[in-house]
């Protein structure tokens, strides 16, 4: 059974950090595009960043030189992380950790993260 469980998520204050964490068992991820979404109140999911089998990694504008998507170094272990800098109030949203391969797609329950003072 293939499960994406996000974790990491809280409440920062704006110019703080944050490391999520989206672990996938199921399936061998090293072929899987992994990225992460997010989606605040009334507002469509959007993508923030992906990381490409390769190596290559895509960020939205908004996200930029402050977010960096990685995976851990052991691939074995399935994880990707997201770490999050310089955090603003904007920000603030449910963050989805998604797998795809082909036709294949998975996405996490999502883990939410507040920039608040």
């Known amino acids: 059974q293939v499960q994406v469980v996000e974790s990491g998520g809280g409440l920062v204050q704006p110019g703080g950090s944050l490391r999520l964490s989206c672990t996938a068992s199921g399936r061998i991820f090293s072929m899987y595009t992994m990225s992460w979404y997010r989606q605040a109140p009334g507002k469509q999911r959007e993508l923030v960043a992906k990381s490409i089998p390769g190596g290559r990694t895509d960020y939205d504008d908004s996200v930029r030189g402050r977010f960096t998507i990685s995976r851990d170094r052991d691939i074995r272990k399935n994880i990707v992380y997201l770490q999050m800098n310089s955090l603003k109030p904007e920000d603030t949203a449910v963050y989805y950790c998604?797998?795809?391969?082909?036709?294949?797609?998975?996405w996490g329950q999502g883990t939410q993260v507040t920039v608040s003072s």
């Open positions: 998604n797998a795809k391969f082909r036709d294949y797609e998975y």
